[in-house]
């Protein structure tokens, strides 16, 4: 469905339950027991992103994932908001990949302060997110995407809202890259 929107890219989420944090937002370690993909379906996902011309592309949840996602051949990699401040598994990935997408949504400004630090030198995009799901055209705050410019060229809005004009907007204010949940 993505490839027949226009996606360039399909994202999905890379865990395993048993290393997540017990309080890892939802804190619900059920629905990450079964949601969380196995191996051989990250290699079936890669195939049929290949199979319909898109990239794939995932969200590395823990550093227990970091070697079996490197060894995936990815260039690029994202983090998860609450996971920036997480430096220990940043360092790791930023060893394996060209480039990592970074969420602010669950940060502090602090925290993307120490991370962009952290990230000075390398590839790495900032991604504005408003963790509300959805989230209402007025909680938007796209103004956020020239603060995080601040520290990398490449900025880019991860879209909760319903609908797509929100997304045209950032895109209108510089956003390179718009995630957009489905």
């Not at 890892?24 to 011309?53: G, K, T």
């Not at 060894?71 to 908001?81: M, P, Q």
């Not at 609450?82 to 669950?106: A, K, N, W, Y």
Request: glycine share 6%.
């Amino acid at each position: 469905a993505a490839a027949a929107a226009g996606a360039d890219w399909v994202k999905f989420q890379s865990w395993r339950a048993e290393t997540l944090p017990p309080d890892y937002p939802p804190a619900d370690v059920e629905y990450y027991r079964r949601a969380q993909l196995s191996d051989e379906a990250h290699h079936h996902l890669i195939q049929a992103c290949r199979a319909n011309q898109v990239k794939f592309l995932t969200t590395c949840f823990d550093k227990g994932r970091v070697e079996f996602l490197a060894s995936l051949g990815l260039s690029t990699i994202k983090i998860a908001s609450p996971d920036l401040s997480s430096h220990t598994m940043i360092r790791m990935l930023r060893q394996h990949f060209e480039h990592l997408i970074v969420s602010t949504g669950m940060a502090h400004d602090e925290e993307v302060f120490q991370t962009a630090e952290l990230l000075a030198g390398t590839g790495f995009t900032l991604m504005h997110c408003v963790s509300l799901y959805p989230t209402p055209p007025e909680r938007v705050n796209l103004a956020r995407l020239d603060w995080l410019r601040q520290f990398t060229p490449s900025v880019g809005f991860s879209d909760h809202t319903l609908g797509v004009a929100a997304g045209k907007l950032a895109i209108a204010r510089g956003a390179a890259y718009l995630e957009k949940h489905f």
